[in-house]
């Protein structure tokens, strides 16, 4: 299994501005993914953070507004830019592990509303 | 193209009582098939899983669920819940070959009533 740890847990931001969450992982992981929870919707991947290389994101979402890092194996950060009260979701990292990396490990995510 | 699909928003029971999560899913290739719980304020935590095998697979917390091929449906099942056991559900597919994406459902929201 893998831990991975997000902060902020919980962030109030104004229209306009920008955030960055943090995902940390407690193992070297090829692939880190990161998804939004809209309120009382399900889980809709924004991108893959590939260490190396650009992002690959998911229809409907562009780098321009969710720009991702991946430095180094265990890290990557996921930045919710120019932010509009429709943002207001929890971002959630989450990587494969287990039996043939079939298995999800997700982080506590990061609850964000926007005024 | 695969798509989940989970029948039930809301499933009130009385604790003690069996309960029955459906999900059916839809996919042009073989895939997994995974559940998932959300306590409130928290992460997705893996349930139980089925990646080949036996189709009758158990998880933690007493849970299980059963893989019906023909039927494309996966449906979770434990047979006696706890007030503990109130949270959200996810049901979750992953295409066998290709790359790691899942698609997960919209959720049942389990509530477990004294």
């Known amino acids: 299994s893998a831990v991975i740890s997000q902060k902020p847990s919980r962030d109030i931001c104004q229209r306009g501005t920008s955030l960055t969450i943090q995902c940390q992982v407690d193992?070297?992981?090829?692939?880190m993914f990161w998804y939004r929870q809209q309120p009382g919707q399900s889980l809709t991947l924004i991108a893959t953070?590939?260490?190396?290389?650009?992002?690959?994101?998911e229809s409907g979402f562009v780098i321009d507004k969710f720009p991702i890092s991946r430095p180094n194996l265990t890290f990557s950060t996921l930045t919710v830019s120019n932010m509009s009260p429709e943002d207001s979701s929890i971002y959630l990292c989450?990587?494969?592990?287990?039996?043939?990396?079939?298995?999800?490990?997700f982080g506590e995510g990061s609850r964000l509303t926007v005024l | 193209a695969q798509s989940v699909t989970q029948l039930d928003s809301q499933v009130p029971v009385f604790e003690e009582a069996p309960v029955e999560l459906r999900c059916n899913y839809s996919?042009?290739?073989?895939?997994?098939l995974f559940w998932y719980v959300q306590y409130p304020n928290q992460g997705l935590q893996l349930l139980l899983k089925?990646?080949?095998?036996?189709?009758l697979v158990k998880g933690i917390n007493g849970f299980e669920a059963e893989f019906n091929k023909s039927q494309t449906s996966f449906h979770l099942r434990k047979p006696s819940v706890h007030i503990s056991d109130t949270a959200e559900y996810f049901c979750?597919?992953?295409?066998?070959?290709?790359?790691?994406?899942?698609?997960f459902g919209t959720g049942t929201r389990l509530k477990v009533l004294a």
């Open positions: 989450s990587v494969p592990s287990g039996m043939g990396l079939r298995e999800l490990f």
């Open positions: 193992s070297q992981v090829t692939m």
């Open positions: 953070a590939n260490q190396g290389s650009e992002a690959t994101y």
């Open positions: 996919s042009s290739v073989s895939v997994y």
């Open positions: 089925y990646l080949s095998g036996s189709t």
């Open positions: 979750a597919v992953s295409a066998i070959t290709g790359t790691y994406k899942y698609i």
